[in-house]
């Protein structure tokens, strides 16, 4: 296949005894949409810094389409837009001075690539933003709508978008997602770390979590299901059946006529149990992203 967008082989980084990044090996495809999920501290933003080439690792090494993040910073960059959870800008010019500013240097940079300045107009009016005002005037969410644009006017290969959308007020994070959408679409490659995660559920084809500086799981929604229990809800008219030795369930709530309960492995214990009892209603649902997340961190993420 043709290069990874992202790939990553034992990249590591300590500041003293701390490893902010352990041994991180880690493959996005091109045309990928991949969620990077942890706390605060986990090594999300260390890991992007080190793709970016900002900081050096310790050990191991990371590539950007087959370019070293170290040896080949330039090049790697022609091929990738970043936006950042903070938006530092030049506060005496306007947003449409700075969306031109930062469209001609990443056209130098991408030898001869241009903004797609229909594209450019199309965003600006999806953000609902007011290029002509100064930089200094804008909200945060107002500052943050400008790196956006500038970075997916650009139609770059690789998107990594680190706490994308801080700031942004609900109708505008539609925006966002309809717009990661269309990126996914055109084959772009998105790299998203978020820690909303209704928004990486929704986006992303497979989800990375971190913890202390470890990728402790990769894979789609459907293939990290195992982290967490399904939750089961009943509703009798007659006696309620005692559930809790029932191989598999746990965390059993009565609540008047309906028990609640969650469910790990084979339900066909649970079912037996419930078909000998007066059942009116049965509703049953896998554990959301967030409780993936929760069961893998606990209670105290």
């Not at 030049?90 to 130098?108: H, I, K, M, V």
């Not at 290029?131 to 804008?138: F, I, L, M, S, T």
């Not at 007659?238 to 009565?254: E, F, H, K, M, R």
Request: charge should be neutral.
């Amino acid at each position: 296949m043709a290069a990874w967008a992202i790939r990553t082989e034992g990249l590591t980084k300590r500041y003293g005894d701390v490893a902010a990044l352990d041994h991180l090996d880690l493959e996005v495809a091109p045309g990928e949409v991949v969620g990077y999920l942890g706390p605060n501290g986990a090594g999300k933003t260390t890991t992007i810094r080190l793709l970016l080439g900002l900081i050096s690792p310790t050990g191991g090494r990371g590539e950007i389409f087959g370019l070293d993040c170290q040896r080949q910073p330039v090049q790697a960059h022609r091929r990738l837009a970043y936006v950042p959870g903070e938006a530092n800008l030049w506060p005496s010019l306007t947003g449409a001075e700075t969306l031109r500013l930062l469209g001609r240097a990443w056209g130098r940079r991408g030898s001869g690539v241009r903004v797609d300045e229909a594209y450019r107009d199309e965003l600006v009016a999806r953000f609902e933003l007011d290029p002509g005002k100064k930089v200094r005037a804008y909200s945060k969410g107002n500052r943050q709508k400008v790196i956006l644009i500038a970075a997916l006017m650009t139609r770059a290969d690789l998107l990594v978008l680190d706490e994308p959308t801080s700031g942004l007020d609900p109708l505008m994070e539609q925006a966002f997602r309809g717009s990661v959408r269309e990126a996914r679409d055109r084959g772009q490659t998105v790299f998203l770390s978020s820690h909303i995660l209704s928004e990486v559920e929704a986006l992303c084809d497979r989800v990375g979590i971190l913890r202390q500086g470890k990728l402790v799981e990769l894979g789609t929604l459907a293939e990290m299901r195992h982290l967490s229990a399904l939750t089961v809800e009943a509703t009798f008219t007659g006696a309620i059946p005692d559930l809790s030795g029932v191989p598999g369930v746990s965390s059993v709530q009565v609540d008047g006529r309906v028990v609640r309960c969650q469910v790990r492995g084979p339900v066909a214990p649970l079912l037996k149990a419930l078909a000998a009892a007066d059942v009116t209603e049965l509703l049953s649902r896998e554990p959301s992203l967030e409780e993936l997340f929760l069961a893998q961190y606990g209670g105290g993420a």
